[in-house]
């Protein structure tokens, strides 16, 4: 088992946000963390990243027990998190946004180039001249320079134009053909369907349902995601 989420609860200060999240994946897997907007999805990956603390339940990511880890340790075990806001430094080059990420593994500047063009051709320009889909690119790009065994992906095409987010669909299909285990929360529910392996639905902080994008029929989506 790559990630093994039970029984997770977590707190704004007083104010609880998860009730009950479970969540299972094996290495290799796309698994789709769906849900309306507020149900925790975001809480639950910064939970698991440990970037906020959680109160209950048990996080493990391969042997290990994140629940008395710091943030950086969690990255350093291998999960790179492309968090909601595409964070990347604003000052430094997309060169150097990617180097400075980088740690030992198959991800290369090349190859990172390879799967974004776009970034190739903006190598020495600073983050903050680039377009929100660009600095996206660069974002997912600097998870990778981690050589993460686990991928986040949290909303990584909101708000951008649609021949972007098809550029970012293809890259991740890319990925998950090379065998990238990726957690992925998005909201549109086509491509979502076609490239998850499993969904995996949070209701007020718990989870609801888990099954295949195949069993995810019309009345499960009515109930849950309001379609
Ligand atoms: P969205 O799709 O809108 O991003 P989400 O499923 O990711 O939604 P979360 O952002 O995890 O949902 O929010 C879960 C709950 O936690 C919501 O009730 C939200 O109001 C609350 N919440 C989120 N961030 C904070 C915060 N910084 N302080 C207090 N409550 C918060």
Known sequence: MLLQIEGLQSFYGRSQALFGVNLAMEEGEVVALMGRNGMGKTTTIRSLCRIMPYRHGTVRFLSHDLGVMRPHRVARLGIGLVPEGRRCFPNLSVHENLVVAARPGDWSLERVGRLFPRLRERHSQSASTLSGGEQQMLAIGRALM???????LDEATEGLAPVIRQEIWAAVRELKGEGQSILIVDKTLKELMQLADRCT????????WDGTPADLGEDIQDRFLGV
């Open 146 to 152: 981690t050589n993460p065994k686990l991928l986040i």
């Open 201 to 208: 639905i949070l209701e007020r902080g718990m989870s609801v």
